[in-house]
């Protein structure tokens, strides 16, 4: 059976609530780390002041990835955005299948994995475990993001509306709409959590919570272009691209903890907002240089406009993007990564 890493883990649900831990359950120091490897520098990435550079689109390029550090804690799927592909490999970073994809998001429940379909993004393809499909499920709007919880499968759309949660069954039929949230915009994840349903409104930059039962917002805070999001009992982990970062949401008192960020004190500062942001070069010369935050710049223990992520009980998986990577950190600052990969935009740890 394929299981997804540290889903729902410590979910409060009792009708008595109880004190928690004002601080995150993982929490890595600001710190710099040599490369071990040599950065990449063909991959699409974000330039200052220039926007995104070297973008191609093409499910004909060879995924050319490598395996540098610890061996990952998993095998894992990655969605490769660039590449146009899904590819599953194993913990040493070994290849194992691949599926064609137009890019945008992969998820898994039990036995099944949902991916964005490569011709027609209003349908998510339905794999198995070897990557073969066995179901299409079509949509009215474009989908930016699916994934099924249990019997319940959420839907979160290319556009300006509802993110929508339908019953979901083993037949891979669709059930009845249980829920239509508030409207966000152009968001890229959503995750359950009992009756709470968290959604990353990508270009609202904000995170809302709402009750599935009674529709009522249960909580907002402002992000940066948050696009990966995760439960941990009362805190949301938010990646938040745009301050190449990840944080912790307490929900219990509204803080913001840093997680894990470049390894420059503004990106540090739980309070920095874009508006604030003074985005340093990295290549001094270059027609499109680089931002602070890239590897090249600020070493292993960085992160350059990620996107998904997952936890483990002592760790974490990111898709460093525009670093052309995905990392796992775990505890002690263990990290594995996997290098040569043109814009991880998702990645799933599998056991």
């Known amino acids: 059976m394929l299981n997804v890493a540290g889903t729902a883990t410590n979910t409060q649900e009792a009708a008595v609530r109880i ?18 490897y040599a950065p990449e520098d063909r991959y699409s990435y974000y330039s200052p002041g220039n926007g995104t550079v070297n973008v191609f689109l093409t499910d004909t390029m060879p995924v050319e990835a490598r395996a540098i550090g610890e061996p990952f804690p998993a095998g894992f799927l990655v969605m490769i955005q660039f590449q146009k592909a899904l590819v599953n490999f194993d913990s040493t970073g070994n290849p194992l299948w691949s599926f064609p994809s137009a890019g945008r998001f992969v998820t898994v429940n039990d036995d099944e994995i949902f991916v964005s379909d490569i011709d027609d993004v209003h349908v998510v393809d339905v794999l198995d475990t070897t990557g073969q499909k066995t179901a299409v499920l079509r949509f ?7 994934k099924a919880v249990g019997d319940r499968l959420i839907v979160v759309y290319n556009d300006v509306g509802p993110a929508e949660v339908f019953r979901w069954g083993p037949d891979h039929r669709l059930g009845e709409k249980l829920f239509s949230s508030v409207n966000v915009s152009y968001g890229r994840s959503a995750e359950l959590s009992g009756d709470r349903i968290a959604i990353a409104d990508t270009y609202g930059q904000q995170v ?10 249960q909580f907002e805070s402002p992000a940066a272009f948050p696009n990966g999001i ?3 009992g009362d805190f ?26 470049p390894p420059t004190p503004d990106r540090w500062n739980s309070g ?19 931002s602070i935050a890239s590897d090249i710049c600020s070493g292993e223990f960085t992160l350059y406009a990620p996107n998904g992520i997952h936890l483990e009980q002592d760790g974490m998986w990111v898709a460093d993007t525009d670093n052309a990577r995905v990392i796992y950190v775990g505890a002690d600052h263990k990290m594995s990564i996997l290098t040569g990969l043109n814009g991880p935009v998702n990645v799933v740890p599998i056991h």
């Not at 929490?27 to 710099?32: I, L, V």
């Not at 009215?140 to 699916?146: G, I, L, M, T």
């Not at 920095?272 to 942001?277: K, R, V, Y």
Request: net charge negative.
């Open 208 to 217: 809302v919570v709402q009750s599935i039962s009674s529709g009522a917002v």
């Open 272 to 290: 920095m907002t874009l508006s604030g942001l003074v985005d340093g070069y990295c290549g001094e010369g270059t027609a499109y240089p680089r």
């Open 236 to 261: 949301l982990y938010v990646v938040e691209e745009h301050l190449d970062r990840v944080v912790a949401l307490n929900l219990g008192d509204g803080s913001k903890h840093v997680v894990l960020a």
């Open 140 to 146: 009215d709007r474009e989908v930016n993001y699916a």
């Open 19 to 36: 004190a928690i831990d004002p601080r995150p359950p993982i929490e890595f120091a600001q710190e710099y780390a040599p490369l071990r």
């Open 230 to 232: 995760t439960w941990r």
